[in-house]
Structures are given as structure tokens and as C-alpha cells.
């Protein structure tokens, strides 16, 4: 591998959580060799507009333009058009802000030109200035669907119109068999000096993009290189439910039982002080471990997190 390639990082990213380790390396080193190939389970289509939460999570923080406090949507948001939307009696639990609105018209109008999500996220980041390259898993429609006492649901409905209530037995991805990595994904995965998996859900996020065809097996091929950075902190999730979907599952909430998920894959496993009790187990797994402080809050944790796992 040529000392150029070396520096290239390619990153497996779900949303919030990602972004704040993606953040950090998007600072800690040439933006322009970070690739980030993103979750597109949580896609959506509402009032006749492809939503893309996670593409756009990653891009508008990239981009600085990101809602601070939620993580999601754009800063200094506004819901006009949300309002009125309700006057027709219309569902609203999907919170849509009219900034964000026009990046959702912009993908929707593309896509029924004809361009794919591969053109449309392209030409997102490259309108916020983003300079790393952010690539959809696939240019096909993924949808990750939770399956739940209370019936089958797409993941948005379950995490934010049900709130994450419903107990959870199992997820699939509609459509995956027939569906293909998106132009570059294998190629950035073959090709990085090394490839990061963030500390995203691994069932929702990290999960659609691993049952990609030929994603797992391309990670398998670059083992050594892949570091995974684990979203459970002392049994709890970083962001968002994995803890309680890894309990409901039967896979159990700690850094071990995601180490399982990933040991097939991963060279080296990633961890917070607060588990280092749980290294040998990991180890014995055949992957070896870091010990680094993964919660980041700041940008300075952001940067120092990601400072070390370029040193790794
Ligand atoms: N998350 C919420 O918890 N509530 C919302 O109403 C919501 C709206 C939303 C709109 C656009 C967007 O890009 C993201 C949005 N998110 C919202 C975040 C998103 O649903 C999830 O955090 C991700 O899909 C999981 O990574």
C-alpha cells in the first residue's frame, strides 16, 4: 500500500452517534481521505419526500450547519411548514424543519429526474462544502423494519412515533437480497488504510450496512485494518436504544456482547476505561483491544478520541 493510501480512513457510520467521532477526524486529519459510508435503513418517504436521516445527520454536522442540542435537523430550525402540514390533518411526528425541508425536496426532485442517492448525497455535501466523501450503503431502498408485539413497523415509526415502546423480537432489512453496495463502498472499504466502524447501534445502523451483499465479506478480507469503536459504555448506549434492543434481542447490553457481533470482521475493538474489566473476554475472541476514553462531549474529546485511534 502506497504511503498516500496509508492515511486513507474509510468509516461504516450510522447517525448521531457517528458523526461526533466522525467530527474528530474530520479535523484530526485530511478531510479530503475520509470516506464515510452511511446507513440508509432509516430512509423514509413522507408527504411524498425521500428522507434520509442518517446522510443527512452526517453531512449537516461535516458541514457545521448540524442542530447542536438534538444531533439531527439544522440549527436555528423552524416548523412552519410542519404546522401547516397538520392543518390537513396530515401525521407530524416526524419532525421536519423547513431548512432541512429543502434538502428533502432537493434528494426528492433528483431521484425523480432520475439521478441516484449516490448522485444526490454528492451533490448535498458538496453544496454545504463538505470535503469528505459521504456515500449512501446503496442507491437501492433498504428499509430496516422492527418487528414488534404490536406488529411489524418501519425503524422511524418505532423510535419516534412509538417512542422505542414496543418490545422488539426481531429486525430485517426489506429488500436486502436483492439489493447492491452503492458505487464506491467496496472499493473504499478495499482500498483504506483503515477502516472504522463508529460507535453506532450495531442492530440499526452498523447492522443494514454489514447485510449489504458483499460488505461483511469485504471487511473480513481487511480484518487487520478494521477498528471498531464499541456504542456501549458501561452496559448503556452512548445515544440512542441499543441497549435495550440488545436486551430484548437476547444478545445482552455490554462491550463483550457487541464484540461478538463484530469479532468475524474486526481487527481491533475499541472500549472505554469503564470496561476494561471485559478485555480478556474480547481478546479471547481473537481481536485485540484498546482501552481509550470513547464518550465525547467536546470537540476537544471528539478530536482526542480520533488523534488516537489514527495512532493505533
Ligand atoms: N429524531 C427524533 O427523535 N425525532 C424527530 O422528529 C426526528 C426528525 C428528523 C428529521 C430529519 C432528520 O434527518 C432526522 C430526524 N430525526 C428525528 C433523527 C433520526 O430519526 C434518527 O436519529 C436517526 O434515523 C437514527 O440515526
Given at each position: 500500500m502506497s504511503p498516500a493510501k496509508k492515511l486513507t480512513v474509510t468509516a461504516l457510520a450510522g447517525g448521531i452517534g457517528a458523526s461526533k467521532l466522525l467530527l474528530g477526524l474530520y479535523h484530526a486529519m485530511d478531510p479530503h481521505a475520509l470516506t464515510v459510508i452511511v446507513n440508509t435503513g432509516d430512509d423514509i418517504v413522507l408527504h411524498g419526500l425521500k428522507i434520509s436521516p442518517d446522510l443527512d445527520i452526517v453531512t449537516y454536522t461535516l458541514a457545521g450547519v448540524v442542530d447542536p442540542t438534538k444531533g439531527w435537523g439544522m440549527r436555528g430550525e423552524t416548523f412552519h411548514f410542519l404546522k401547516r402540514l397538520a392543518t390537513y390533518?396530515?401525521?407530524?411526528?416526524f419532525n421536519l424543519g423547513d431548512r432541512d425541508l429543502a434538502t428533502h425536496v432537493h434528494r426528492t426532485d433528483l431521484l425523480a429526474r432520475g439521478k441516484t442517492l449516490t448522485q444526490a448525497a454528492e451533490s448535498i455535501r458538496t453544496a454545504l462544502g463538505v470535503k469528505s466523501r459521504i456515500l449512501p450503503m446503496s442507491d437501492q431502498p433498504i428499509p430496516t423494519i422492527i418487528e414488534t408485539r404490536d406488529g411489524n413497523m418501519h425503524f422511524q415509526e418505532y423510535l419516534i412515533k412509538h417512542r422505542t415502546e414496543p418490545g422488539v423480537r426481531g429486525i430485517h432489512f426489506a429488500g436486502i437480497k436483492h439489493a447492491h453496495a452503492a458505487p464506491g463502498v467496496l472499493e473504499s472499504i478495499c482500498d483504506a488504510g483503515r477502516v472504522i466502524i463508529c460507535p453506532s447501534n450495531p442492530l440499526i445502523s452498523i447492522g443494514p450496512i454489514l447485510a449489504v451483499p458483499r460488505v461483511r465479506e469485504q471487511l473480513r478480507a481487511r480484518r487487520e485494518s478494521v477498528i471498531a469503536v464499541c456504542p456501549i459504555v458501561g452496559g448503556k448506549s452512548l445515544k440512542g436504544p441499543s441497549d435495550k434492543m440488545l436486551i430484548q434481542l437476547g444478545c445482552g447490553s455490554s462491550a463483550s456482547a457487541v464484540a461478538k457481533l463484530y469479532a468475524d470482521f474486526t481487527g481491533t475493538f475499541v472500549i472505554d476505561r469503564r470496561d476494561a474489566a471485559q478485555a480478556p473476554a474480547i481478546r479471547a475472541l481473537g481481536m485485540k483491544v484498546a482501552i481509550l476514553p470513547t464518550v465525547m462531549r467536546t470537540r476537544a474529546q471528539k478530536r482526542k478520541l480520533a488523534r488516537a485511534l489514527l495512532a493505533l
Open positions: 390533518g396530515r401525521e407530524t411526528w
